[in-house]
């Protein structure tokens, strides 16, 4: 259950603010009360969820200031599995890297940005499943989550997809020839100007 609603907020089928009420959540999921509230409270500890005192729970909002924090610490964790990652690659998981590089890259050219978000979600989780880093991987999952509403903001800036391709495409290159140092160098990189993104939807007077 607790999975389920997970990536159902994960996917913004349930949006920031709006209220997770037992009996709806029941009916969709097919599970008890018990197993909602325990999902719940999971999920409450992992920040995705705001359980308040007689008023229920509702999908907690992330401030553009906490955004920042929060992927202040992810760019160090995110350098961590970058340069795991670049000391495990097998030449089969290298070519998996290239292939959606290179369809990353297709997918700019042909202005396929959302085609494009999704394959940088693909290329994030496949430098995790290469490291097998757990504990970074869990760490990773739950600050991400938290972020749900900004990465899809971020996603719509202009000239954002041009901006992050060839980050990408070093980090990809750093992994394949096994170098942890500048794997995580490019990630940090990379990381740290989605800091800059945020900080610039700030400036523009995007989401709060």
């Known amino acids: 259950m607790s999975d ?3 990536e159902a907020i994960l996917r913004g089928e349930f949006l920031p603010g ?3 009420v037992e009996a709806q959540l029941m009916t969709r999921f097919g599970a008890s009360r018990f197993n909602v509230r325990s999902a719940l409270t999971d999920l409450s500890a992992d920040g995705l969820v705001e359980v308040q005192r007689n008023r229920g729970a509702q999908v907690r909002k992330v401030s ?3 955004a920042v924090e929060i992927t202040e610490v992810r760019m160090v964790v995110e350098g961590l599995i970058a340069a795991r990652a670049a000391e495990r690659v097998e030449p089969e998981q290298a070519s998996e890297l290239d292939e959606i590089g290179l369809l990353m890259r297709r997918a700019v050219e042909a202005g396929e940005y959302r085609r494009y978000s999704d394959l940088n979600s693909r290329l994030h989780a ?3 499943e290469i490291a097998g880093h757990h504990t970074a991987d869990r760490i990773v999952g739950t600050l991400r989550g938290q972020l749900v509403r900004h990465q899809f903001v971020l996603s719509l800036l202009p000239g954002r997809p041009q901006t992050s391709l060839p980050q990408h495409e ?3 290159a750093a992994i394949r020839d096994g170098d942890p140092k500048v794997a995580e160098e490019s990630m940090r990189e990379h990381i740290a100007s989605v800091i800059e993104a945020l900080r610039s939807i700030d400036q523009l007077g995007g989401p709060a």
């Open 170 to 172: 070093r980090i990809i």
């Open 4 to 6: 389920a609603l997970r």
């Open 18 to 20: 709006e209220r997770l």
């Open 64 to 66: 553009l200031d906490e």
């Open 126 to 128: 496949l430098i995790r």
